[in-house]
């Protein structure tokens, strides 16, 4: 049958309907965007000729994977597509430059220590895996220092856990977690015990999609970044490492031209010298992080600055 079903007037009405677009309450913005996403879903039933078992099986694999829905979205490219359409939309008025944004993915806790200087994120013990000195400067558009900024980082241990979401509970918390506090020259410092790269839950949602997609889900060793800054657009960022087997192959497509850096690795050590460059900020909000849910913790007062 085909799609032109869906243009037949009682499913146009049904639409109108199942919108409410002929009642005065509610919200015009999300009515239009609920007739045409339920008017998109009618049509790919009809264009694939999906059973009513098929769907209900798709209802049910929906309701079952909610507590994966966080790598699910970048597993199906959609949280990339919102950077490359935020990427075409900075474009259209000139905004284009400075350190590409990436995914955040869902592992970020709210509430890490702010702390100064040269870093250790590394609370736990983690043997077997070398130490990570990473360091840089943050910059405006002109290449200026940019003062006063907070540099957000997480990352996993070597054996791919984050801590807060380490299933073996073995993990302290903000273990791997900082806010760095940076002063007038803009430059950061931190080291920790490098991360190892990881793979989805074995059996979960994400990997029964990803596997029926023919897919893996896989990705590379990274390090996650908020950079905030008065003044500058909070950047939302990763930097994946260049030397991993899955760093041009991530499953959650976070890998982008400019975030590559291959460390320098001697004996027990790697370094990576990284510098991010900020775009300035064109209105209040751009300054704000995006309204996704976060987990939220709280630190030990003791181990923050004043």
């Known amino acids: 049958m085909d799609v032109s079903f869906i ?3 009682e ?3 049904l639409l109108d309907r199942a919108a409410g677009v002929q009642e005065s309450g509610g919200n015009s913005r999300l009515k239009a965007i609920f007739r045409d996403l339920t008017q998109s879903v009618m049509e790919l039933i009809v264009k694939h000729d999906i059973s009513e078992s098929e769907f209900w099986l798709a209802m049910k ?29 900075d474009a259209e008025v000139g905004a284009s430059g400075g350190t590409p944004r990436t995914i955040e993915g869902p592992l970020y806790v709210a509430g890490a220590p702010l702390v100064e200087g040269d870093v250790n994120l590394s609370i ?22 940019v003062p006063n900024a907070i540099v957000h980082v997480w990352h996993a241990n070597s054996k791919g856990w984050y801590s807060h979401f380490d299933p073996t509970g073995e993990q302290t918390p903000f273990n791997n977690r900082r806010r760095i506090k940076l002063g007038k020259d803009g430059r950061y410092a931190f080291h920790s015990k490098q991360p190892s790269g990881y793979s989805v839950p074995p059996g979960g949602a994400t990997d029964q999609l990803m596997q029926a997609l023919g897919r893996h889900g896989n990705r590379p060793a990274h390090v996650h970044f908020f950079i905030e800054a008065p003044g500058y657009r ?3 960022t990763q930097i994946n490492f260049g030397d991993d087997p899955f760093a041009a192959d ?18 027990d050590t ?21 309204a996704r849910y976060r987990a939220e913790a709280t630190s030990e007062p003791e181990k923050e600055i004043a």
């Open 7 to 9: 243009q037949k007037p």
């Open 234 to 236: 909070t950047l939302t």
């Open 124 to 145: 736990d013990p983690d043997e077997g895996t070398q130490t990570l000195y990473m360091s840089g400067a943050i910059t405006g558009p002109e290449g200026e220092a």
């Open 61 to 89: 694999y929906l309701a079952d994977s909610s507590a994966e829905i966080g790598l699910i979205v970048p597993g199906t490219g959609i949280e990339h597509f919102l950077d490359l359409y935020m990427d075409a939309k």
């Open 270 to 290: 790697a370094y990576i010298a990284f510098d991010f460059q900020l775009q300035r900020a064109a209105s209040e909000d751009d300054q704000n992080f995006s």
């Open 11 to 13: 499913i146009q009405q």
């Open 250 to 267: 991530d499953f959650a497509f976070g890998t982008r031209e400019g975030l590559l850096p291959v460390p320098s690795r001697q004996g």
